[in-house]
T-cell receptor
């Protein structure tokens, strides 16, 4: 069966520090992968999505970037965190052949 | 522009009472529709989805949803709410693009259940 792993679960980082959040999917190949952010009291905003290795689409201009070095690995990064980067980050995957989206358990990022 | 609207930010119901959560979408064609639930500090769990066919779909945990094309509506219902249903509920729409077929969410409805 397919599973999605996201880590770390929580993270507290100082302003100006780098960030790397990792998401991996098991049990499937060539998934579409997504990064969402949920800020306090707000809905979920799509940040990036990827349809294949090395293919990244950005939805909103921001301080973050994404990479997909392997088929089932999706990484969210920042060179210098801002206070506004705080939030709950969710990774998701979608099977190429249907529209079932599955979400990871999320990473709570607090920038201090 | 395509959008998903959940008009109710907060809803409070008594345990055992019925529940209805509203969702409206703005989209040029019949979208693929989803309802997700999020417990505090947790990821999203899919309750149900509508792609085509019968406009009344059944989901997990006793939830169902009705799609009404004429109203661009996808309402979530539960006949009898349990205290454990207290959570945030998100309606979502798949917007088909040439690439990633993006899942777009409404702003969510926070459900409180009174005992």
């Amino acid at each position: 069966s397919q599973t999605i792993h996201q880590w770390p679960a929580t993270l507290v980082q100082p302003v100006g520090s780098p960030l790397s959040l990792e998401c991996t999917v098991e049990g499937t190949s060539n998934p579409n992968l997504y990064w969402y952010r949920q800020a306090a009291g707000r809905g979920l905003q799509l940040l990036f999505y990827s349809v294949g290795i090395g293919q990244i689409s950005s939805e909103v201009p921001q301080n973050l970037s994404a990479s997909r070095p392997q088929d089932r690995q999706f990484i969210l990064s920042s060179k210098k965190l801002l206070l506004s980067d705080s939030g709950f980050y969710l990774c998701a995957w979608r099977d190429t052949y249907n529209y079932g989206y599955t979400f990871g358990s999320g990473t709570r990022l607090t920038v201090v | 522009a395509q959008s998903v609207t959940q008009p109710d930010i907060h809803i409070t119901v008594s345990e055992g009472a019925s529940l209805e959560l509203r969702c409206n979408y703005s989209y040029g064609a019949t979208p693929y529709l989803f309802w997700y639930v999020q417990s505090p500090g947790q990821g999203l769990q899919l309750l149900l989805k509508y792609f085509s066919g019968d406009t009344l779909v059944q989901g997990i945990k006793g939830f169902e949803a009705e799609f009404k094309r004429s109203q661009s509506s996808f309402k979530l219902r539960k006949p009898s709410v349990h205290w454990s249903d207290a959570a945030e509920y998100f309606c979502a729409v798949v917007i088909l693009t040439g690439g990633g077929n993006k899942l777009t969410f409404g702003t969510g409805t926070q459900l409180k259940v009174e005992l």
